[in-house]
């Protein structure tokens, strides 16, 4: 099985800050990855998929890279809308496996 | 708009059987991979199973093989998980989800989540 450890588990910051969220996947799985949001009683949300494509209404303040092992997703300039926990999730090989995430909060 | 509308779940003994439905519409529901997560406090997103556009293909995560069925009705828009023998360790929030392609690809939508709770 692949796992994806994020990094940091919470990260608190304050709005107009850049947030940096990490996964480190097990194996190489190319391009592979895909993150969500998931805001409280909500169900996940599309952010970037295939490491560095925005999904449809995602803003562009919202950055994916990496490839292989190590991925990031970026934040430039943090807006109220964006404190939420983030989710990892690679589809490159059965059984498909998420990190257990990154709550980013507000400081 | 993607809309995938869950129903089913609830309150099941231990051993008893639950049926989750997941309604899909705005898309061609043939023409795409369907699957299930599920999510608990404890473990977090975890993938349950998943089936191919033409429900040809279905694949289960180890924790539930065996005693979970996935299945769809491409006439009427839906998918399913039969969730027969329910143990404690099922208990928690059920997404259905689309994927971006008929056979694979990434979670581009998801249902809004039904609670199953196992309890005697």
């Known amino acids: 099985e692949i796992v994806l450890t994020q990094s940091p588990a919470t990260l608190s910051l304050s709005p107009g800050e850049r947030a940096t969220l990490f996964c480190r996947v097990s194996?190489?799985?190319?391009?592979?990855l895909s993150w969500y949001q998931q805001r409280p009683g909500q169900a996940p949300r599309l952010v970037i998929y295939d490491s560095v494509n925005r999904a449809s209404g995602t803003p562009a303040r919202f950055r994916g890279s990496g490839s292989g092992t190590d991925f990031t997703l970026t934040i430039s300039s943090l807006q109220p809308e964006d404190f939420a926990v983030y989710y990892c999730y690679q589809r490159h090989a059965w059984p498909l496996t998420f990190g257990q995430g990154t709550r980013l909060e507000i400081k | 708009e993607v809309q995938l509308l869950q129903s089913g779940g609830g309150l099941a003994q231990p051993g008893g059987s639950l049926r989750l439905s997941c309604a899909a519409s705005?898309?061609?529901?043939?023409?795409?991979?369907m699957i299930w997560v599920r999510q608990t406090p404890e473990k977090g997103l975890e993938w349950v199973s998943a089936?191919?556009?033409?429900?040809?293909?279905?694949y289960y995560a180890d924790s539930v093989e065996g005693h979970f069925t996935i299945s769809r009705d491409n006439s009427r828009n839906t998918v399913f998980l039969q969730m027969n023998s329910l143990r404690a360790e099922d208990a928690a929030v059920y997404y259905c989800a689309k994927r971006s392609s008929v056979a694979s690809g990434w979670i581009d939508y998801w249902g809004q989540g039904t609670l199953v709770t196992v309890s005697s």
């Open positions: 194996q190489n799985i190319g391009g592979a």
């Open positions: 705005g898309f061609t529901f043939a023409n795409f991979a």
């Open positions: 089936i191919t556009g033409g429900g040809d293909r279905t």
